[in-house]
């Protein structure tokens, strides 16, 4: 089946330093939507990405989606502590259902990010 | 997330009982997605339902996994028989209407722990 690797797989930065994740796969998607989980909760989605080249941003955080659908990344300006969490990213593959793409996503494996103050 | 309700935050089981999770949409929501997630690796999709019907389960195993969502109270995730690689975190999530990932709202999840 389809899937994503993300990178990295972790980050030890210092508060106030920007951060920078990215996601590749080999199939095209036709969405693509980042998450952030903390511990012992649900994905709460930050941003999402609907057309190829698209640069979106949500506060201090910034994200494209690849001209090519296969690859997105996320950025994070000025981190702060509560930052701390796993980032993950997600796609929607192109096939059957609404719009023509289906109706589940796709995870990747996630980014684990330490913000030391 | 809020508004997802699941229910219970931890489950601990017996290799052979069964396993019941329960999940209340947000209010007025009629799409219930399940996801798994297992020790350091991201949510892999199980079943996609609508009320009183299953719309792809692709991502269930075919035996001793079940699914529903009926007219009337949660929808229900049934594993039995459970063996210890069904230990993980199960997640529910809801969506209003017919562009699904728009809106997608995830619970706390269920966390299953088989003995």
């Known amino acids: 089946g389809q899937q994503l690797n993300q990178s990295p797989q972790s980050m030890f930065i210092q508060e106030g330093e920007d951060v920078s994740m990215n996601c590749t796969s080999s199939s095209i998607f036709n969405t693509w939507l980042w998450y952030k989980q903390d511990p012992g909760e649900g994905p709460v989605l930050l941003i999402a990405l609907y057309k190829a080249g698209e640069l979106t941003s949500n506060g201090r955080l910034t994200a494209q989606f690849g001209i090519t659908r296969k690859d997105s990344f996320l950025n994070i300006s000025a981190s702060i502590p509560s930052d701390v969490g796993i980032y993950f990213c997600?796609?929607?593959?192109?096939?059957?259902?609404?719009?023509?793409?289906?109706?589940?996503?796709?995870f990747g494996t996630g980014t684990l990010l330490a913000v030391q103050p | 997330n809020a508004g997802v309700m699941q229910n219970p935050r931890h489950l601990v089981r017996r290799r052979g009982q069964e396993a019941r999770l329960r999940c209340s949409p947000v209010k007025g929501h009629s799409h219930v997605y399940w996801y798994r997630q297992l020790p350091e690796e991201g949510l892999k999709f199980m079943v996609y339902l609508q009320k009183e019907n299953i719309i792809d389960e692709s991502g269930m195993p075919k035996e001793r996994f079940s699914a529903e969502f009926p007219k009337e109270g949660p929808s229900i995730l049934r594993i039995q028989q459970v063996v210890r690689g069904d230990s993980a975190a199960y997640f529910c999530a809801s969506s209003p209407g017919q562009r699904p990932n728009e809106k997608l709202f995830f619970g706390s999840g269920t966390q299953l722990s088989v003995l």
């Open positions: 997600a796609g929607q593959p192109p096939g059957g259902g609404y719009g023509g793409a289906t109706n589940k996503l796709i």
